[in-house]
Nanobody, 122 residues
Framework: QVQLVESGGGLVQAGGSLRLSCAASGRSFRNYAMAWFRQAPGKERDFVAAISWSGGGTLYADSVKGRFTISRDNAKNTVYLQMNSLKPEDTAVYFC???????????????WGQGTQVTVSS
């Protein structure tokens, strides 16, 4: 079992930056691939980025590639999402998730955090 808690969300202006964190506890954090998803009000939950258990492999949605960077610090049991050049369309609740494979699909992840709100104003 893995427990995940996101933090770092908030209100920022377009073009600004924000760094999200996801703290993990329970089973060995090092054995899980980690991912970030986001969901805007009334819309489907979409894949954002993922990283392998070793940190050697990453995956990004086309909409964020070049702007967002996912990373992890296994010694601190934490995964991060650095968000630069933010746009109003990035506004959503951001969730972190843990799974056994590096796949951009919700069903591939077994554990989820409660989410953190990111709002980007123009």
């Amino acid at each position: 079992q893995v427990q995940l808690v996101e933090s770092g969300g908030g209100l920022v202006q377009a073009g600004g930056s924000l760094r999200l964190s996801c703290a993990a506890s329970g089973r060995s954090f090092r054995n899980y691939a980690m991912a970030w998803f986001r969901q805007a009000p009334g819309k489907e939950r979409d894949f954002v980025a993922a990283i392998s258990w070793s940190g050697g492999g990453t995956l990004y949605a086309d909409s964020v590639k070049g702007r967002f960077t996912i990373s992890r610090d296994n010694a601190k049991n934490t995964v991060y999402l650095q968000m630069n050049s933010l746009k109003p369309e990035d506004t959503a609740v951001y969730f972190c998730a843990a799974g056994s494979r590096l796949i951009p699909a919700q069903k591939s992840y077994n554990y989820w955090g409660q989410g953190t709100q990111v709002t980007v104003s123009s």
